[in-house]
């Protein structure tokens, strides 16, 4: 049973760096083809996605965010640790982790965390 | 990037009915990766179908996909009052894009 899990803090000041860590059970980030992505939902407003990591430390990040972005993993604590420099009001949102398929579906997010909101504010 | 955009912004049907939805690209997909997805309130999106027109594990045949290239669409065939969600499309093909999403409501 895959599971994931997102932890960090829930509100940061402007300007900080935002630290979340994705902690995950079920499969292992050294199978072939397997990633961890991040996605974030500004409240009532649409998906988007952030950064993923592959299994074998390629990492994809959005263009539009690529500067802010830094996206790790740490195979033996089974964790995926995405920062983001320079937090804004508008980074407000909810922020998952999901499981990219490597088989099957591959490509989709097949599962996902339950979520984190964080609150950028002053 | 590939730009996805979704129609109607809003569905409004009665249980029984039939709920077409449409996601539109920029530019092509390639290989047909487009996947659908339902996000129901307070919860994190649910994988419906990949590859344009594969059903997820588990999922209900009553939702289907079709389509290529740039234009794809998202079927419930016949509604039920549990389908009240935001759909959205996403593409693999090129990084990963998400529409801004559909929201279906059910009379």
């Known amino acids: 049973q895959i599971t994931l899990k997102e932890s960090g803090p829930t509100l940061v000041k402007p300007t900080q760096t935002l630290t979340l860590t994705c902690t995950f059970s079920g499969f292992s980030l050294t199978t072939s083809g397997v990633g961890v992505g991040w996605i974030r939902q500004p409240p009532g407003e649409a998906l988007e996605w952030l950064a993923l990591i592959y299994w074998d430390d390629d990492k994809r990040y959005s263009p539009s965010l690529r500067s802010r972005l830094t996206i790790t993993k740490d195979t033996s604590k089974n964790q995926v640790v995405l920062t983001m420099t320079n937090m804004d009001p508008v980074d407000t949102a909810t922020y998952y982790c999901a499981h990219r398929s490597g088989y099957g579906a591959s490509g989709t997010f097949d599962y996902w965390g339950q979520g984190t909101l964080v609150t950028v504010s002053s | 990037e590939i730009v996805l955009t979704q129609s109607p912004g809003t569905l409004s049907l009665s249980p029984g009915e039939r709920a077409t939805l449409s996601c539109r690209a920029s530019?092509?997909?390639?290989?047909?990766?487009l996947a659908w997805y339902q996000q129901k309130p307070g919860q994190a999106p649910r994988l419906l179908i990949y590859a344009a027109s594969l059903r997820a594990t588990g999922i209900p045949d009553r939702f289907s996909g079709s389509g290529s290239g740039t234009d794809f669409t998202f079927t419930i065939s016949r509604l039920e009052p549990e389908d009240t969600a935001v759909y959205y499309c996403?593409?693999?093909?090129?990084?990963?894009?998400f529409g801004q999403g559909t929201k279906v409501e059910i009379k």
């Open positions: 530019q092509s997909v390639s290989g047909r990766s």
């Open positions: 996403q593409q693999y093909g090129y990084l990963w894009t």
